[in-house]
C-alpha cells in the first residue's frame, strides 16, 4: 500500500463544491472515478479542504491510498486523460503513510478577485466579482490589516459554521492591482466556512465609504456575525496554495498537532 499526494487545479465553476455531495456534481467524485477507471479501485480521496460550489483552486492538495504498481511520475497523466477538461492533475509524489492532507497543512492561500473596469472582462468573468465603482483601497488595505494575528473570527464566518471554536491565526493579508483586476490574497493556518468571502463583503463596505477601516477591528471584538457585510459571491475566489511547513518531498513532515486545523472551509 502506498500514499500519494497530488497537486490539482479547477475550475469551480460546474461544481457544487470539492467534497461529495449527495446530489450535483463535485471535484472530489470526478477524481475517484477517474482513479477507479485507472486502477479498479474504490477509493476515497482526502481534500486538504472544502472549497464551496463555484470556488476554484489553482493549488488544491489532496492524498490518497492504494495498492496500485503505476509508477508515481506517471498518476498526473494518467489520470488527466480521464479527467474531464475543468480539473487538471498538475503534479504527484509519494508521502509517508502518516501524512494527512488536511491534518499536516501548516499553511494555505486564498486569493479573491474583484473586476473594477466599468465593463467586466468577458473572458475572465467567471473568476472575478465585477465591481464597477470606485473604490477606495487604501481603506481597505487599512482595514484588512487589522485581521492579521491570532482572533476568534466569528463575526467573520457563516453562521452555520459547525466548529467549536472560531479561532484562526492570519499571517499575511495584502491587496495587490494587475489591470483591472484587484486581487486580496490571505494566507493563514486555517479558514472558516465564508471566512474570506465574509471578509471580502465587509472590505467592499469599507471600499464604499459605508464603514471605516477601524470597523473591522470593531466587527472582529464583536463575535457576531451580524455586525460584518454581506458574503462575497464564490467566483471570485481561488484557493492558491496549501504549505507542508519543511516537508518538501519524500521526507517526511515535521508534524505539530498545535497548528493542525478541523476547518469548515470556503
Not at 476554484?56 to 479527467?83: C, D, K, Y
Not at 492532507?101 to 472582462?121: L, M, N, V
Not at 495587490?176 to 466556512?193: D, S, V
Not at 475566489?237 to 515535521?254: K, Q, R, T
Request: charged share 20%; aromatic share 10%.
Amino acid at each position: 500500500m502506498r500514499n500519494i499526494g497530488v497537486k490539482v487545479s479547477y475550475d469551480g465553476s460546474g461544481f457544487n463544491g470539492f467534497q461529495s455531495q449527495p446530489y450535483g456534481r463535485t471535484v472530489q467524485d470526478e477524481i475517484e472515478k477517474a482513479i477507479h477507471h485507472l486502477t479498479g479501485e474504490k477509493i476515497v480521496i482526502i481534500g486538504s479542504g472544502r472549497t464551496d460550489a463555484g470556488v476554484h483552486a489553482m493549488g488544491q492538495v489532496f492524498n490518497f491510498h492504494t495498492a496500485s504498481t503505476i509508477p508515481t511520475e506517471r498518476w498526473a497523466i494518467a489520470l488527466n486523460t480521464r479527467l474531464p477538461k475543468d480539473i487538471i492533475i498538475l503534479d504527484a509524489w509519494d508521502v509517508p503513510m502518516e501524512f494527512h492532507s488536511r491534518r499536516s497543512a501548516k499553511r494555505k492561500t486564498y486569493r479573491y478577485t474583484i473586476e473594477t473596469d466599468k465593463f467586466p472582462d468577458v473572458f475572465a468573468r467567471s473568476y472575478r466579482f465585477h465591481h464597477p465603482t470606485k473604490l477606495n483601497v487604501a481603506a481597505m488595505e487599512e482595514g484588512l490589516a487589522y485581521l492579521v494575528g491570532t482572533h476568534d473570527f466569528t463575526s467573520y464566518t457563516s453562521i452555520h459554521s459547525t466548529k467549536p471554536h472560531h479561532i484562526r491565526t492570519i499571517y499575511e493579508a495584502y491587496f495587490r492591482q494587475e489591470g483591472g483586476a484587484l486581487h486580496m490574497y490571505i494566507t493563514g493556518n486555517g479558514f472558516l466556512y465564508n471566512m474570506v468571502r465574509v471578509i471580502m463583503g465587509t472590505l467592499l463596505w469599507v471600499g464604499q465609504g459605508k464603514l471605516k477601516p477601524g470597523d473591522m477591528n470593531r466587527i472582529l471584538e464583536g463575535k457576531s456575525r451580524s455586525l460584518a457585510g454581506p458574503t462575497a459571491m464564490a467566483h471570485g475566489l481561488m484557493l492558491m496554495d496549501v504549505e507542508y511547513g519543511d516537508w518538501s518531498g519524500p521526507v517526511a513532515p515535521s508534524f505539530d498537532e498545535s497548528s493542525q486545523i478541523d476547518e469548515d472551509e470556503e
